[in-house]
């Protein structure tokens, strides 16, 4: 099995592929969502951060994002892919099946096709703010 838990937590459990798995850090850097047990601080979101490294086959990751997402009720999933038919999409559904009643919150680039200026792409990309946007309002609901 090859997953990294990069923080432990109990309010959420944030699932990220690839090379959103590096902005995890930035969110935590960001200091907007307060990371790890018992952070103490008022309204913090006290998450799990993993990284399933691989996806082939992904049997071997579940395990661990089922458990986390057992625990917090929620998870947020963050994919450098399209919105439609993302690796997050796949992990999203096999969470559904296995904790009925989870709320999910998926973030992906747009099912759109990529703009060729670079500033709207990097507007469509999933950031360390939309991250931190999507954890607040899904703990706040």
């Not at 590096?22 to 913090?44: I, Q």
């Not at 439609?84 to 999409?89: E, R």
């Not at 796949?90 to 096709?113: H, Q, Y």
Request: aromatic fraction near 4%; charged fraction near 25%.
């Amino acid at each position: 099995m090859n997953i990294k838990i990069l923080l432990l937590g109990a309010t959420a459990a944030f699932v990220a592929t690839g090379a959103q798995a590096a902005m995890l850090d930035d969110v935590k850097k960001r200091g907007e969502v307060a990371c790890g047990v018992n952070t103490g601080l008022a309204g913090s979101i006290s998450a799990e951060f993993i990284d399933p490294r691989t996806l082939a086959p992904l049997e071997g990751v579940m395990e661990t994002i089922v458990k986390s997402v057992k625990k917090t009720g929620r998870l947020l999933t963050s994919d450098e892919g399209s919105y439609s038919f993302s690796n997050c999409a796949e992990i999203i559904a096999r969470v559904a099946e296995a904790v009925p009643g989870v709320e999910v919150k998926r973030l992906a680039f747009p099912d759109a096709p990529a703009p060729g200026a670079p500033e709207m792409i990097d507007y469509m990309k999933v950031d360390a703010a939309k991250i931190a946007a999507a954890a607040k309002k899904m703990v706040a609901a």
